[in-house]
């Protein structure tokens, strides 16, 4: 089930998006759930057509955290090697934004790069977490681009800056509940043309991987997301520029870079 989080009329609601097509082609509807999605939940019956709501970023969560060099051939075209443990830093909740909306070119950098990334999200609260219990804490996957000022990483020792900034986090356009993500074509596309192609399958840490590790450190929450690294291809964002992230059979994540301010 494909659920997205959406404004209409000055209201904010969860839905089961249902039909086929894309978020720009049409044929899509929203039927609105009763409550939130991440306990048992009634679909109301009540459906609108996706292209008369926005969509918003599909969880708001409490914490994002981010996984770095977890694809081999990435780690290498930045010149580094394959880390012993899995590099985890955090994205602050002010860096989400949903699909469709700006990217901000930070005034403090001059290489903005996109990552685009499958984005696990949780589905309860959950802490040691043992491997066979994984898939019982992940509610579903939906696209994310960890946005990165590349100098600015190079410079400062701590990615906080650089990967923490507001509008560096675009997730979406919905979470898609039912999916096995072991095999998973990622795909970033700016202006249209390829930048990234990769699959899931080339993490070195999977996803069960990931979640014991973080979850032997920290508390995970409902909404709580996991970024899980990038593929190789990593590239320049210009103002002006629209990148899409597409993931095989969750859908595409599209933003646009302003200048900001």
Known sequence: MRIARFSIDGNVAFGAVEG?????????VLDIIK????????????????????????????????IGRNYAEHAAELGHEIPEVPVAFFKPTTSVIGPGDAIEYPSFSNELHHE??????????????????????IFGYTCANDVTARDTQAREKQWARAKGFDT?????????????????AIQATVNGEQRQLGRT??????????????TEAMTLLPGDVILTGTPAGVGPLNVGDEVAVTIEGIGTLTNKVIKRG
């Open 20 to 28: 086929e097509g894309t978020v720009d082609s049409g044929g899509l």
């Open 35 to 66: 409550g939130i999605p991440y306990t048992d939940f009634e679909l109301s019956g009540t459906k609108v057509p996706l292209s008369k709501v926005r969509l918003l970023p599909p969880v708001l969560p409490n914490k994002i955290v981010a």
């Open 116 to 137: 685009a990334e499958l984005a696990v999200v949780i589905g309860r609260m959950c802490r040691e977490v043992p491997r066979e219990r994984v898939k019982d804490v």
């Open 168 to 184: 560096s986090c675009p997730l979406g356009p919905w979470v898609e509940t039912e999916l096995d993500p072991s095999d998973l």
């Open 201 to 214: 399958s080339d993490m070195i840490r999977s996803i069960e991987d990931l979640v014991v590790h973080i």
